[in-house]
T-cell receptor, first 114, second 109 residues
Framework: EAGVVQSPRYKIIEKKQPVAFWCNPI?????LYWYRQNLGQGPELLIR????????DSQLPKDRFSAERLKGVDSTLKIQPAELGDSAVYLC????????????FGPGTRLTVT | KQEVTQIPAALSVPEGENLVLNCSFT??????LQWFRQDPGKGLTSLLL?????REQTSGRLNASLDKSSGRSTLYIAASQPGDSATYLC????????FGTGTRLQVFP
């Protein structure tokens, strides 16, 4: 069974530029998460989707971050414009059973903003 | 607000040693606790998940315990190997997963 797929794996951009990350969850998983992991820290939840509905986006900086999960499968996380402090690893995870189900993580996208 | 702390932050041991990683959390109202492994440049791999009603879980050379009342969990690694070198993260599940900052483990031959 294929795991969570993320692309790109690495991205380097200049500040003020836009960037987008893509995630394909495990087939059949209705719940999808985006996390941000700063260097030397644990991941922090940005947003959780149940199917196509964002049910917890309280930690998403909405002035520059946006996310979508059209058709309740793939998801895209966007930053516009990027700032130096956005440099981090962005992890996607999926779960088959809502917020209590075990989460399976993708390899992440390492973003460097210069 | 739930806070998760892991001690030590880094650990370096010779191959073959048994070792213990510690995790503490401030709010005992959790559904479960999970231990993850993260290799450099990689995502997280789940090692063990302990439900709030359980006391421990075992998988191979790994054993994790949970004492919810005291807000503590330990991950025991028996007969460590160089391949165990990675960062180990614990996370508690309430409304969402809250992670600790991890223990960076190096096992040298």
């Amino acid at each position: 069974e294929a795991g969570v797929v993320q692309s790109p794996r690495y991205k380097i951009i200049e500040k003020k530029q836009p960037v987008a990350f893509w995630c394909n969850p495990i087939s059949g998983h209705n719940t999808l998460y985006w996390y941000r992991q700063n260097l030397g820290q644990g991941p922090e939840l940005l947003i959780r989707y149940e199917n196509e509905e964002a049910v917890d986006d309280s930690q998403l900086p909405k002035d520059r971050f946006s996310a979508e999960r059209l058709k309740g499968v793939d998801s895209t996380l966007k930053i516009q414009p990027a700032e130096l402090g956005d440099s981090a690893v962005y992890l996607c995870a999926s779960s088959p059973q809502g917020k209590l189900g075990q989460q399976y993580f993708g390899p992440g996208t390492r973003l460097t903003v210069t | 607000k739930q806070e998760v702390t892991q001690i030590p932050a880094a650990l370096s041991v010779p191959e073959g040693e048994n070792l213990v990683l510690n995790c503490s959390f401030t709010d005992s109202a959790i559904y479960n606790l999970q231990w993850f492994r993260q290799d450099p440049g990689k995502g997280l791999t789940s090692l063990l998940l302990i439900q709030s009603s359980q006391r421990e879980q075992t998988s191979g050379r790994l054993n994790a315990s949970l004492d919810k009342s005291s807000g503590r969990s330990t991950l025991y690694i028996a007969a460590s190997q160089p391949g165990d070198s990675a960062t180990y993260l614990c996370a508690v599940k309430a409304d969402k997963l809250i992670f600790g900052t991890g223990t960076r483990l190096q096992v040298f031959p």
